[in-house]
């Protein structure tokens, strides 16, 4: 079956300007997360949902950073007043339960570039 | 806080076995993973250890000693394709339920 994808692949913003970014979880799966990874460095965990709700989102950065997954499936990250140290790579992963012990798929990226 | 540490990088030849080693320090650990990603494409899972001991998963085996916060990949007959990024990864109750908390990676060059 298919994977996780996200849209854009690739973004290229101007500093202040407003960015969304997508991802399709598996099909089926309940939880969803979004990670931020900086060239040379491994992800790091900006937030994370159970189904429609937002469990987690100690890792989001600023106030700039929304996400929501309004019907459980497809998930949004919004970036408000991009600025250059938002550049990197957002990848999204879902799982197919909550459980702990459950593996993460990821999808591919959005590498943002804010010039 | 949360650490991991892992080498930066590495070079092995083709065909040989290659130790890829990670250490941690976390609290109420909960599970190490390993993920493969190469270059411009998404990390994809290997191995899961919640218990001490070797996973082993064809060419590919991972080591757990939770009481050394201590994890090694071994990957055996190294093929070119197996150059990438290898990330250690923690799940913890410091990380929340369920979110991972990655290591840098160790970028594996294999050489003919």
């Known amino acids: 079956g298919a994977g996780v994808s996200q849209s854009p692949r690739y973004k290229v913003a101007k500093r202040g300007q407003d960015v969304a970014l997508r991802c399709d979880p598996i099909?089926?799966?309940?939880?969803l997360f979004w990670y931020q990874q900086a060239l040379g460095q491994g992800p790091e965990f900006l937030t994370y949902?159970?189904?429609?709700?937002?469990?987690?989102k100690s890792g989001l950065p600023s106030d700039r950073f929304f996400a929501e997954r309004p019907e459980g499936s497809v998930s949004t990250l919004k970036i408000q007043r991009t600025q250059q140290e938002d550049s990197a790579v957002y990848l999204c992963?879902?799982?197919?339960?909550?459980?702990?012990?459950?593996?993460?798929?990821f999808g591919p990226g959005t590498r943002l570039t804010v010039l | 806080g949360q650490n991991i540490d892992q080498p930066t990088e590495m070079t092995a030849t083709e065909g040989a076995i290659v130790q890829i080693n990670c250490t941690y320090q976390?609290?109420?650990?909960?599970?190490l993973f390993w993920y493969q990603q190469h270059a411009g494409e998404a990390p994809t899972f290997l191995s899961y250890?919640?218990?001490?001991g070797l996973e082993e998963k064809g060419r590919f085996s991972s080591f757990l000693s939770r009481s050394k916060g201590y994890s090694y990949l071994l990957l055996k007959e190294l093929q070119m394709k197996d150059s990438a990024s290898y990330l250690c990864?923690?799940?913890?109750?410091?990380?929340?339920?369920?979110?991972?908390?990655f290591g840098t990676g160790t970028r594996l060059t294999v050489i003919p």
């Open positions: 992963a879902s799982s197919l339960t909550s459980g702990a012990v459950d593996t993460q798929y």
């Open positions: 949902f159970q189904n429609e709700a937002q469990l987690d």
């Open positions: 976390t609290s109420g650990f909960n599970g």
């Open positions: 250890n919640v218990l001490d």
């Open positions: 990864a923690v799940r913890s109750r410091q990380t929340g339920a369920n979110n991972l908390f």
């Open positions: 099909s089926g799966h309940v939880s």
